[in-house]
Every structure is written in structure tokens, then in C-alpha cells.
């Protein structure tokens, strides 16, 4: 019997078993004694049902506890099962389970147990129906079968423990297969046929199936039989041998009768064969043979072999135009590679020249390829770079990538700096074979760099003495402030004392003298002052956080408001605007540009100041925009030039310092401001900040027309003094 065959037995003894026990358990559930619960009544029927059902070993019912409470087999001793894997599995999924291989603790026998879950007229649990298989009574079943001498079988729980073996059961059942066997099991397939060793160590042609419950994913047990494959061989060799011998004569017969007929009809038409095929093979693509063979398998040979002939031209003439395309497309890509401006190369291990186009040629200094095909590039290469370059070869050969910069020295000595990217090359097989280069010429970024690298001593230099001489300037500034108030305080003192103690005595045109004096002083005292405030700007180092301007708006105009509460100023600020820089620069920034427009707009009684912002060109432009009295665009240039008066402002206080120092706060923030203004009509400054991820200075200050169109009008937000 073939090991399929048994294997499709056994299995089938299994199925039989389950389906059995299935039966079994649920016309048990109908029984009136098994539902009532009636243990007298229900114990005979139990033991009836097993006497005609000799494959199981006892049939029994439990409780919901798991507690034994009728038996096929009597027992008067409690027993309880509510641990065994039938039970816990029947409960929780409440459908017909399998459990493993235990011995029974009522009759102390091997057995594979099913469990089935009933329940009472409300659907509620009641407990399990187990009916436990007789593996001995399985065994003497398949022991009985008719099976080939040295073949054995295996009956496995899930576990892997031995339920039933025709080998030696003695030995194995109970014990567990070995781990290989059964993770090839578990591993693989439903079915599976296989050479492999059996639970002796013989070798053998293998088959096994694994049994399931239809609701359970994991097998309750797999069948298992092996054939020994020398058993298996011998029987075949001597079929083979009785079939060779039976072949031997007919092919003997055959050949004397083949040979007769030959002679007659088919010599010739195998000669015309024969001479085509000597065509064919001479390079005669247009010799065919059908129609001299015409006629039984000769003729459908003829066919065949016309049909050959006739593919064989067509693959021919395939392959020659493939040839004639990878030819061109050769000789474009080598028109490619020599009209490539930097050098490309192929280098074979230990730098040996394969390949390089005409401007690697003419780098090195060579006038063809031929005299330096198949020489290392490594004696190009200048001495102190030479290592480097022959570790990248070797790592390009190992499968990485590389990158260089060196020094070459031509054939001509010529030197020249020359950056190399190199990668391996690989062939159809993915095998690196070779190293493919491209190689920059960078001797003039190399200049280049050594006159930036100058370029920067010399600036490092200038900047060392422009440090220097700035300390040198501020020691002058503080020496020259210092000798000047001094002077200054005491000629502003004296005035106040003459003024306080002579003020009678002094006719008016004297004291306008004195009251001149003292006001001179106190403005050139004003003007140092401004002047050293000036200076700092350049040299403070910027604190660089968020800044709320909107906030610091309303402060400065707060500020204004109770330098003059007689005054009528609407502020109109909106609200939201923030900015990255110095908070305290900035302040500086909206207090001399808010000042500008509160002094400008002092001869209008009702006047209006706005800050605002705008999107222009993606970039965010703040304003600050008056109505007083302007200025003419002809002279805007000299705007943020220090101690520069426009014409028309001398009816107004100040140095001319205020909106330079705002220019120079706002280059420091790598912005830029410009003006737009009319005589009479009143002003408007624009100024940008760099954002918190700015690294330099933006465009120059190219003012942008008004028809950019710096947004809407701003909310109102009035803000009068009272």
C-alpha cells in the first residue's frame, strides 16, 4: 500500500473517530436522563452507547464546575476535570473541542479526549459531554490493515506526544517526537510527502495530514506514516528489471521490423533531411525540405524543421540589427564620454588604465590612449596625496563609493588640482570589474580659494586694527565728552548763579545775554550726548528674541501723550504685529520715528499717526505714517544723513540725528527703510526686519513705489489726550 494511501487511511480513522464522537455527544445532550440530570437512569444508556462503540474508551459527564457526575465506566470516587483542556476549550468557545494525550485518572489508560458543551432549557451552561478514544483500540485497527513489511505510522497530539505507533510502542507512546520532526510537521503544508528518517532513524519515504475540528485553527492531531526506502527500491529495481528485459526483446522485434520498412520508404527521405540539415548548419538560412518529405512523421518533421529554418533566419537577422544598434549605440555613448569637458575614466585594480576620454587625455598629457592603455594612474598622482587616492581605489573595489581632492602632475609636469568622484563599476553579473571616475579640473577654484583664504587675513587684519582704532576712538570720545561737559556744566552753572543773584541789577538786553549763554551750553551738552549715544549703537551687541511692536506702539504713544496732553494725536496701531531682533533697539526705532511724526504734525490741531504693517513681495514691511508737514522728495536722499536739516524744518526742534540712528538700528537687523513724503501732505517711513533664520543683509534700500500697494487702511484705534 503507498504511503499516501495509508496516510489517507489513517487520517481517515481519525476523521471517523471525531466524527463519531460529535455524534456521539450530541444525541447524548438530547437524552431525557442526561438532561434531567438523572445519574441512575443515565449511567446504563452511557454504558450501552459504549458497548456498541468499542473505538472509545469511556464516555462521561461533567457539571459546569467540571465535576464527574455520570460515567460509562461506574466510579463512586469524585473526579473532577475543569483543568483538562477539553473542558476549558468546550466552555469558553461553547462548541464541540479537542484535548491532548493524557492518562485517564478514572481508568488509568492513554486516551485523546473531545469535549461537548451543553446547556440547559434557558441556554444557559450546563456542563461538557466528554468522550474519550481508545488509542489501543486504534492501533490494533491499523495493525490489522494490510500494510507493507517494515512500514510503521504515528498518531501525534498537538503537543507532539506520541499517541499510538505501530514501532515499538512501547518505546515511544507517551514520549515526544523529536523537535525537527515535528517543527517540519507544524511548518508545513495540510499534506506533505517527504524523504526523511523515522522515529528508528531509518530512512524513509514519509506522508502526514493534519486533523482539525472545523471550529479549531490548531490541529488536535497529526497522522504520520513512513515506508522504509530500501524496502521501497528493492521491489521497484526488480519491476524495473523484469520491464527492461520485456523491452529489451520488443525493441529487438521493432528494430528488424523498422528496418525493413526503411529500406524502402524512408532512406531517402531521411537522406533529404540530412542534406538540409548540413545546409542549414553551412549558413543556407533558404534551404527547406517539406515538400520532398511530404507525408506521414517524416513529413511533420519536414515541417518542423522548415519551420525552424525559418526562425532560425528570423533570429539571425534579430541579432544583426540588435549588433548594428549596440554598435551605435556604442559609438554614441563614446561620442558622449569624448565630448564630456571633464575626464572620465575606467581604472582596473592596482590603477591600471582601461579607458579615458580626450579631456582626461589632454589633463594628464597624453596624446593617445594607446601609450598609456594598461599603466597605473598612481605615478600621476602627487606623493603626498598618492595614499589617499590608492585607499579610495581599494574601497571603490570593495563596493563603496569615493571622493578626492589632490594634486596631479602630468606627463609634461604640469601640476593642476583636480577633484575625483569615483564608483564601482559592475558587469551583468553585478561583479565589480573596474572603477569608473569623473575628474574635475578645480586648479582655478584652488587660486581662487588661497586668494579668498589672503583676502581674509587681510580683512581679519582690518578688522583688528578697525577694532583697535574704534577703542582708540571711543578713549577719544569719552576723553573729548569728559573736557567738554566739563567746561560746559561750569558755564551753565555760572549763568544760573549770575542769573539767581543779579537778575535785578541786569538790564533786559543783558539778561537775554546770560539766558542765550546758558542755552548754547545746554544744547552743545545735548549734542555730546546724542553724539556718544550714536557711537554705541555701532558697537552694542544685539539681543536677538521676539518683540511685540504693537505693544511697544502703545507705550511710546503713551510716552508722547504725557509729553504734551494739551495736544490732539490719534494713534492709529494695529494690533498683532511682532518681529525677531533687539527689543530694546527696537523701542529706540518707534520712539525716534513716533517722535518724528509727533514733532512734524505739532501745527496741526487735530493730527493723525498710524503703524501698521503689510505683505509686500512676501516679505512684511512696517510703516509709520503722519499728516504733518511732509517733506519734498528731491531731498529724500538726505534724510538718514547725520546733522542733515531738510529745508523747511527749521520752525522744528532737534539735531538731525534721530532718523540716522534709526537707519543704522535697522541695517544692524539686516532690514532696510526708505520715506515717501509731500510738502505739506505729510509722511510715511517703510522699514523691513530680517527674520529669526535671516544670516545677512537683504536687498539694498530700493524704495518701492506707492502703487505696490502697501494694504488697506488700518483700523482707527484713537488714542487723545484728554
Same mark, same amino acid.
Given at each position: 500500500m503507498?504511503?499516501?494511501?495509508?496516510?489517507?487511511?489513517f487520517?481517515?480513522?481519525?476523521?471517523?473517530? =471525531?466524527?463519531?464522537a /460529535?455524534?456521539? !455527544?450530541?444525541?447524548?445532550?438530547?437524552?431525557?436522563?442526561?438532561?434531567?440530570e438523572?445519574?441512575?437512569?443515565?449511567?446504563?444508556?452511557?454504558?450501552?452507547?459504549l458497548?456498541?462503540?468499542p473505538?472509545?474508551?469511556?464516555?462521561?459527564?461533567?457539571?459546569?464546575?467540571?465535576?464527574l457526575?455520570?460515567s460509562a465506566?461506574?466510579?463512586n470516587?469524585?473526579?473532577a476535570? &475543569?483543568?483538562?483542556?477539553?473542558?476549558?476549550?468546550a466552555q469558553?468557545?461553547?462548541?464541540?473541542?479537542?484535548g491532548?494525550?493524557?492518562?485517564?485518572?478514572?481508568?488509568?489508560k492513554?486516551?485523546?479526549? @473531545?469535549?461537548?458543551?451543553?446547556q440547559?432549557?434557558k441556554?444557559n451552561?450546563?456542563?461538557?459531554?466528554v /468522550?474519550n478514544?481508545d488509542?489501543?483500540?486504534s492501533r490494533?485497527?491499523?495493525? #490489522?490493515s494490510?500494510?507493507? *513489511?517494515g512500514?510503521?505510522?504515528?498518531?501525534?497530539?498537538?503537543?507532539g +506526544?506520541?499517541?499510538?505507533?505501530?514501532?515499538?510502542?512501547?518505546? @515511544?507512546?507517551?514520549?515526544?517526537?523529536?523537535?525537527?520532526?515535528?517543527?517540519?510537521i507544524?511548518?508545513?503544508?495540510?499534506?506533505?510527502c517527504?524523504l526523511?528518517?523515522?522515529?528508528?532513524?531509518?530512512l524513509?519515504?514519509?506522508?502526514?495530514?493534519?486533523l482539525?475540528?472545523?471550529?479549531?485553527?490548531?490541529?488536535?492531531?497529526? +497522522? $504520520?506514516a513512513?515506508?522504509?526506502?530500501?524496502?521501497?527500491?528493492?521491489?521497484?529495481?526488480r519491476?524495473?528489471?523484469?520491464?527492461l528485459?520485456i523491452?529489451?526483446?520488443?525493441?529487438? /522485434?521493432?528494430?528488424?521490423?523498422?528496418?525493413?520498412?526503411a529500406k524502402?520508404?524512408? +532512406?531517402?527521405?531521411?537522406?533529404?533531411?540530412q542534406?538540409a540539415?548540413?545546409?542549414? !548548419?553551412a549558413?543556407?538560412?533558404?534551404?527547406?525540405?517539406f515538400h520532398?518529405v511530404?507525408?506521414?512523421?517524416l513529413?511533420?518533421?519536414?515541417?518542423v524543421f522548415?519551420?525552424m529554418a525559418?526562425?532560425?533566419?528570423r533570429?539571425i537577422a534579430?541579432?544583426?540589427r !540588435?549588433?548594428?544598434a549596440?554598435?551605435?549605440s556604442?559609438? @554614441?555613448?563614446?561620442?558622449?564620454?569624448?565630448a564630456?569637458?571633464?575626464?572620465?575614466?575606467?581604472l582596473?585594480?592596482?590603477?591600471?588604465?582601461?579607458?579615458?576620454?580626450?579631456?582626461?587625455l589632454a589633463?594628464i598629457?597624453?596624446? =593617445?590612449?594607446d601609450?598609456?592603455?594598461?599603466?597605473?594612474?598612481?605615478?600621476?598622482?602627487?606623493p603626498?596625496?598618492?595614499?589617499?587616492?590608492?585607499?579610495?581605489?581599494e574601497g571603490?573595489?570593495?563596493?563603496?563609493?569615493?571622493?578626492?581632492?589632490?594634486?596631479l602632475?602630468?606627463?609634461?609636469?604640469?601640476?593642476?588640482?583636480?577633484?575625483t568622484?569615483a564608483v564601482?563599476?559592475?558587469?551583468?553579473?553585478?561583479?565589480? /570589474?573596474?572603477l569608473?571616475?569623473?575628474?574635475?579640473?578645480?586648479?582655478?577654484?584652488k587660486? !581662487?580659494?588661497?586668494?579668498?583664504?589672503?583676502l581674509?587675513?587681510a580683512?581679519?587684519?582690518?578688522?583688528?586694527?578697525?577694532?583697535?582704532?574704534n577703542?582708540?576712538?571711543? *578713549?577719544?570720545n569719552?576723553?573729548?565728552?569728559?573736557?567738554?561737559?566739563?567746561?560746559?556744566t561750569l558755564?551753565g552753572?555760572?549763568?544760573?548763579?549770575?542769573e539767581?543773584l543779579?537778575?535785578?541789577?541786569?538790564?533786559?538786553?543783558?539778561?537775554?545775554?546770560?539766558k542765550?549763554?546758558?542755552? &548754547?551750553?545746554?544744547?552743545?551738552?545735548?549734542?555730546?550726548?546724542?553724539l556718544?549715544?550714536?557711537?554705541?549703537?555701532?558697537?552694542?551687541?544685539?539681543?536677538?528674541?521676539?518683540?511685540?511692536?504693537?505693544?511697544?506702539?502703545?507705550v511710546?504713544?503713551?510716552?508722547l501723550?504725557?509729553?504734551d496732553?494739551?495736544?490732539r494725536?490719534t494713534f492709529?496701531?494695529?494690533?498683532?504685529?511682532?518681529?525677531?531682533?533687539?527689543? #530694546?533697539?527696537? $523701542?529706540?526705532?518707534l520712539?525716534?520715528?513716533?517722535?518724528? *511724526?509727533?514733532?512734524y504734525?505739532g501745527?496741526?490741531?487735530?493730527?493723525?499717526i498710524e503703524f501698521?504693517c503689510?505683505?509686500?513681495?512676501?516679505?512684511?514691511?512696517?510703516y509709520?505714517?503722519?499728516?504733518?508737514?511732509?517733506?519734498d522728495?528731491?531731498?529724500?536722499?538726505?534724510?538718514?544723513?547725520p @546733522?542733515q536739516?531738510?529745508?523747511g524744518?527749521?520752525?522744528?526742534?532737534?539735531f538731525?540725528i534721530g532718523?540716522?540712528?534709526?537707519?543704522?538700528?535697522?541695517?544692524?537687523?539686516?532690514?532696510r527703510?526708505? *520715506?515717501e513724503?509731500?510738502?505739506?501732505?505729510?509722511?510715511?517711513?517703510?522699514?523691513?526686519?530680517?527674520?529669526a533664520?535671516?544670516t545677512?543683509?537683504?536687498? =539694498?534700500?530700493?524704495?518701492?513705489g506707492? =502703487?505696490?500697494?502697501l494694504?488697506?487702511?488700518?483700523?482707527?484705534?484713537?488714542v487723545?489726550s484728554?
Open positions: 503507498p504511503a499516501e494511501c495509508r496516510s489517507a487511511s487520517r481517515n480513522t481519525g476523521r471517523h473517530h =471525531s466524527g463519531i /460529535v455524534g456521539i !455527544a450530541r444525541n447524548t445532550h438530547q437524552l431525557p436522563e442526561i438532561r434531567s438523572n445519574r441512575k437512569k443515565a449511567q446504563p444508556v452511557l454504558t450501552d452507547i458497548k456498541i462503540s473505538q472509545f474508551l469511556n464516555i462521561i459527564v461533567a457539571d459546569r464546575l467540571g465535576s457526575w455520570v465506566k461506574p466510579s470516587a469524585p473526579l476535570i &475543569s483543568d483538562r483542556r477539553h473542558f476549558i476549550d469558553n468557545s461553547g462548541r464541540f473541542s479537542s491532548e494525550f493524557i492518562i485517564g485518572r478514572l481508568l488509568g492513554p486516551t485523546l479526549s @473531545f469535549g461537548y458543551p451543553y440547559d432549557l441556554g451552561f450546563s456542563g461538557v459531554i /468522550v478514544i488509542l489501543d483500540y490494533n485497527i491499523l495493525e #490489522r494490510k500494510l507493507l *513489511a512500514s510503521s505510522y504515528s498518531l501525534i497530539d498537538r503537543h +506526544v506520541i499517541l499510538s505507533t505501530g514501532l515499538d510502542p512501547a518505546a @515511544f507512546i507517551g514520549k515526544r517526537v523529536q523537535p525537527e520532526m515535528f517543527r517540519r507544524l511548518q508545513g503544508p495540510e499534506s506533505d517527504y526523511g528518517p523515522g522515529l528508528d532513524g531509518v524513509r519515504f514519509i506522508s502526514y495530514r493534519k482539525r475540528l472545523d471550529n479549531q485553527q490548531t490541529p488536535y492531531m497529526y +497522522v $504520520r513512513g515506508i522504509p526506502v530500501q524496502l521501497s527500491l528493492e521491489k521497484a529495481n519491476a524495473l528489471l523484469v520491464n528485459t523491452l529489451t526483446v520488443f525493441m529487438a /522485434v521493432a528494430f528488424c521490423l523498422a528496418w525493413l520498412i524502402r520508404s524512408i +532512406v531517402d527521405r531521411i537522406a533529404a533531411l542534406t540539415s548540413q545546409n542549414l !548548419a549558413g543556407d538560412l533558404q534551404t527547406r525540405v520532398r511530404k507525408g506521414g512523421e513529413g511533420e518533421l519536414g515541417r522548415d519551420e525559418t526562425k532560425l533566419s533570429e534579430e541579432c544583426k !540588435a549588433e548594428a549596440e554598435r551605435s556604442e559609438l @554614441f555613448l563614446q561620442a558622449i564620454i569624448d564630456e569637458p571633464e575626464c572620465v575614466k575606467l582596473g585594480p592596482g590603477g591600471g588604465l582601461l579607458m579615458m576620454n580626450r579631456a582626461g589633463m598629457g597624453a596624446d =593617445s590612449l601609450k598609456v592603455w594598461g599603466k597605473s594612474i598612481y605615478p600621476l598622482v602627487a603626498e596625496f598618492r595614499d589617499a587616492f590608492i585607499a579610495m581605489t571603490v573595489f570593495l563596493g563603496r563609493e569615493g571622493t578626492l581632492e589632490f594634486e602632475v602630468g606627463h609634461t609636469g604640469r601640476r593642476l588640482w583636480v577633484d568622484h564601482p563599476f559592475r558587469d551583468h553579473q553585478g561583479e565589480i /570589474v573596474s569608473l571616475a569623473i575628474t574635475r579640473d578645480i586648479t582655478a577654484r587660486l !581662487a580659494e588661497r586668494n579668498i583664504a589672503a581674509h587675513n580683512l581679519a587684519e582690518r578688522a583688528t586694527e578697525l577694532e583697535m582704532a577703542r582708540e576712538l571711543e *578713549a577719544f569719552y576723553t573729548i565728552s569728559h573736557d567738554l561737559c566739563k567746561p560746559l558755564i552753572g555760572y549763568c544760573q548763579v549770575i539767581d543779579f537778575a535785578p541789577d541786569l538790564d533786559p538786553r543783558c539778561l537775554g545775554y546770560l542765550e549763554i546758558y542755552g &548754547s551750553a545746554m544744547g552743545m551738552s545735548g549734542l555730546i550726548d546724542t556718544l549715544d550714536f557711537s554705541r549703537l555701532t558697537r552694542c551687541e544685539l539681543q536677538r528674541g521676539p518683540v511685540d511692536l504693537s505693544q511697544l506702539a502703545q511710546v504713544a503713551a510716552e501723550h504725557l509729553t496732553n494739551r495736544r494725536v492709529r496701531i494695529s494690533g498683532g504685529m511682532t518681529a525677531h531682533g533687539d527689543c #530694546r533697539l527696537l $523701542r529706540i526705532v520712539e525716534n520715528l513716533f517722535g518724528n *511724526a509727533w514733532k504734525t501745527h496741526k490741531e487735530d493730527a493723525v501698521d503689510c505683505d509686500l513681495e512676501g516679505e512684511t514691511v512696517y509709520v505714517r503722519d499728516d504733518g508737514a511732509g517733506f522728495m528731491l531731498h529724500a536722499d538726505k534724510l538718514f544723513v @546733522f536739516r531738510l529745508p524744518s527749521e520752525g522744528f526742534e532737534g538731525g532718523l540716522a540712528t534709526v537707519e543704522r538700528i535697522i541695517l544692524r537687523h539686516a532690514g527703510i526708505w *520715506a513724503g509731500e510738502k505739506g501732505k505729510g509722511a510715511t517711513f517703510y522699514f523691513t526686519l530680517c527674520s533664520d535671516c545677512g543683509l537683504t536687498a =539694498s534700500l530700493r524704495p518701492p506707492r =502703487s505696490a500697494g494694504g488697506a487702511e488700518p483700523a482707527a484705534l484713537p487723545r484728554g
